[in-house]
């Protein structure tokens, strides 16, 4: 290391430094390179402060506009080849469609001289067209030992058919039936100062109609539902009672989605119209029930619900409105083997001569008309099957019933052998069971048992009604060539109402079991033969007071199908 004087070192290092800072500088501005020097002396290097430059940015207020693309597509087809290889259609294996005959004719002959003839005929297999005709006869000269004349006999005959369309199906059909009777119902032996005829005591009724529906077969659930029936009879007794019946119905029905609940959602309407004109020898009645039924149903997972409301009216003398809830809920309890249900509903009926001849022949020409106001019912029960041959369902129900009818003797009848009518407000508890069984079509069981207990307002009994009813029938088809069948019918002890030195009095009547047992012999598809017995207990019990049936009764005859 070399030293100088203090002066001149002093200038010695100042002008080196310069010299190196000024360099330094060029260097950088010239060279890419960076260069280290390094003094060595008592120097201190101090770095000057630095100046802020105080420039603030501005933001430009023009509008920025976005520019107008335009472009078209220029589309090429792409030249594809597909290669089709045939596929063999399916063979569908099955049974052969049975053959079809256009006619059968059944006849045969019984005991106590009962003819018995039945003739059907009936159009082939169409797609647009079903066509029929039925006539029947069967008639006794019945023979009841000890009885008055207790003759019948049943015609009837009909025409009827269905035409089909795309979304439609059209059905038609007419009838006539006349039916006699005689009122038997007295022994000639207690009466031996009068004589009756055959005719003093017969009775005939008749009776021709026609039904038409029109009703819809919609595949599109979005569609409306509907169907339009028209009714009319005219029926005629032999005391020149007479009455005629126009009945209308109609309903509408349409899937909605109104709640997000269920996917099936069916909103509708049942309306219908039901006149009546009666005349008898005493007077001429015009009466009409107006019936509104406004409904929804859905079904939510394994529940079903039916809500709606009937709104009845009465057109008679007066006019009375009513008022009936409608209400029924479905559980699945076991997916397709067991269905809860529970629900309310009610109903106002017209007692016409019709339904209530239909149930008693025997009764008077005269016969009062009145309302059935079934005011509640409240019922549940269980139906199903189980193992797909065995279906069942059992029911308990309660009902309210104003004015039902209960048929009694016409005491101003000297021979007590006609009924007339009585109506009480009633309450019905009711057990019902039924039950079938089916295996193809080799065995048929049905069974069917009904147990009531009636709650009278002001008559003794609920008379001519049973307490409990139990019917049992078989089919047994042992291939297809003989066929067994076997009926069984059983009702409990009923009640009817006499009089006692003026004092009603309830006289009872025993029940009874009725055996039927039938056979038939298939010769070929076309000819057979069978006999039908009843009653083989040979009992004589009464279904109505004074009334007994005909005791052990047979039929033996002919099928025969073209």
Sequence with gaps: MIKYSNIFGKSILLTVIMISF????????????????????????????????????????????????????????????????????????????????????????????TPYFEFFANSLRS????????????????????????????????????????????????????????????????????????????????????????????????????????????????????????????RLDKNFKLFNLSENQNFG???????????????TNNSTVVRFQPFISTDFNQYKFYLGLDASIELDSTTKLYFYPIA????????????????????????????????NPFIISTIPLEYSNNKLEVFGGLNGNLFETLDFNVCLSNSFIDNMPFFVNDTSNILNNTFSVVFDDISLL??????????????????????NKYTMDKELKPWHKPDFEISFGANYNISNKFIIKAEIFAYS??????????????????????????????????????????????LQYQKWHNYPVQQFNFIAGITYSF
């Design 22 to 113: 000024f360099g330094k500088i060029a260097v950088t501005q010239q060279q890419t390179h960076s260069e280290e020097v390094t003094i060595i002396g008592s120097y201190k290097p101090i770095i000057s402060k630095a100046h802020k430059i105080n420039i603030n940015p501005k933001i430009s207020d023009e509008d920025i506009k976005m520019p107008v693309l335009t472009y078209d597509i220029n589309p090429k087809k792409m030249n594809t080849k597909i290669q089709l290889e045939p596929i063999k259609p399916a063979k569908i294996s099955g049974d052969r469609q049975s053959k079809l005959y256009r006619n059968l004719v059944k006849a045969g002959f019984g005991n106590y001289i």
């Design 493 to 538: 002890k009923i009640f009817a109402r006499t009089f006692d030195n003026n004092t009603e009095i309830s006289e009872e009547i025993k029940g009874w079991i009725d055996l039927n047992l039938g056979f038939e012999y298939r010769i070929n598809k076309m000819f057979s033969v069978f006999v039908n017995f009843n009653n083989i207990g040979n």
């Design 328 to 359: 029924k809920a479905e559980v699945v309890v076991v997916p397709k083997n067991l269905i809860a249900y529970a629900g309310v509903k009610g109903e106002l009926n017209k007692n016409s001569f019709k339904i209530l001849s239909e149930k």
């Design 127 to 250: 797609k647009d067209l079903s066509f029929g005709v039925h006539l029947k006869h069967i008639s006794s000269n019945g023979d009841i030992k000890n009885y008055a004349n207790s003759a019948f006999s049943n015609n009837e005959a009909s025409v009827y058919g269905k035409k089909f369309f795309r979304n439609h199906t059209f059905s038609a059909n007419i009838f006539y039936k006349r039916n006699v009777v005689h009122f038997y119902g007295y022994k000639p032996e207690n009466f031996p100062d009068t004589t009756f005829s055959k005719d003093d005591i017969k009775q005939r009724f008749q009776i021709a109609g026609t039904n038409l529906k029109l009703q819809s077969n919609y595949l599109n659930s979005k569609k409306l539902n509907h169907l339009f029936e028209l009714d009319y009879y005219y029926l005629a007794d032999f005391y020149e009672t007479n009455e005629q019946n126009i009945y209308f119905k109609t």
């Design 269 to 283: 309407l049942i309306a219908d119209v039901n006149y009546f004109q009666n005349t008898d020898s005493l007077k």
């Design 430 to 451: 009711k057990f019902k069971a039924e039950i079938s069984y089916q295996k193809k079509e080799k065995i048929k069981l049905n069974f069917s048992a009904a147990f």
